[in-house]
């Protein structure tokens, strides 16, 4: 099993829709997740952490679920700004010398 | 306050040329990474440098090797390059070792 993985997408979805993003990974040991956002050919930017509690900042949601291993980013009324790549991105800590684990990536294309 | 910049932009090469990516932060954060970012393959550690005198190799360091200048600067040397290398770098930085990470604007080498 990969360390982060994501579907790659593309989610194609209308203006004002609802998308989900889920990234599973395979270190339990994990203690820190983030979900980082990157527009074409731009660097990645943070988004937002996840905490355990979960965090909502606007329009985004970000859930952590530790049984099942998995993170996911949820999007609400979605604009044609949201368009981009959005990376999963994991501390493993125990992981030998790996500082953080970045998923490749799920795209989401906004249509008017 | 500029963050974290990269120089160049751009650069084209032959087959065998070396030259040096340079990286600069101006965010007194101790860790600095360099990544290749190759379509489909997601972002890729290459070196890293946990604090200031200290380099690590990473996920795919055969070709490079990397110079931790001062706390500041973090620079990527290329000293044959092979069209293998054609990539998008991406320096980053963190205030500690294993948090969040903020990157450069990208340099974008070709080579040929």
């Known amino acids: 099993r990969k360390e982060v993985e994501q579907d790659p997408g593309p989610f194609n979805v209308p203006e004002g829709a609802t998308v989900a993003f889920n990234c599973t990974y395979s270190?339990?040991?994990?203690?820190?997740f983030f979900w980082y956002r990157q527009d074409c050919r731009k660097e990645p930017k943070l988004l937002m952490s996840?905490?355990?509690s979960g965090n909502e900042d606007g329009r985004f949601t970000a859930q952590l679920n530790r049984a099942s291993q998995y993170i996911s980013l949820l999007i609400r009324d979605s604009k044609l700004s949201d368009s981009a790549t959005y990376l999963c991105?994991?501390?493993?800590?125990?992981?030998?010398?790996?500082?953080?684990?970045f998923g490749k990536g799920t795209r989401l294309s906004v249509i008017a | 306050n500029a963050g974290v910049t990269q120089t160049p932009k751009f650069q084209v090469l032959k087959t065998g040329q070396s030259m040096t990516l340079q990286c600069a932060q101006d965010?007194?954060?101790?860790?600095m990474y360099w990544y290749r970012q190759d379509p489909g393959m997601g972002l890729r550690l290459i070196y890293y440098?946990?604090?200031?005198?200290?380099?690590d190799k990473g996920e795919v360091p055969n070709g490079y090797n990397v110079s931790r200048l001062n706390k500041r600067e973090f620079s990527l040397r290329l000293e044959s390059a092979a069209p293998s290398q054609t990539s998008v770098y991406f320096c980053?930085?963190?205030?500690?070792?294993?948090?969040?990470?903020?990157f450069g604007p990208g340099t974008r080498l070709l080579v040929l």
């Open positions: 980053a930085i963190s205030f500690a070792y294993q948090e969040t990470q903020y």
């Open positions: 991105v994991v501390n493993p800590i125990n992981s030998g010398n790996t500082p953080l684990v």
């Open positions: 440098s946990a604090s200031e005198g200290t380099t």
């Open positions: 965010m007194n954060h101790n860790s």
């Open positions: 270190n339990s040991a994990s203690q820190s």
């Open positions: 996840v905490y355990s």
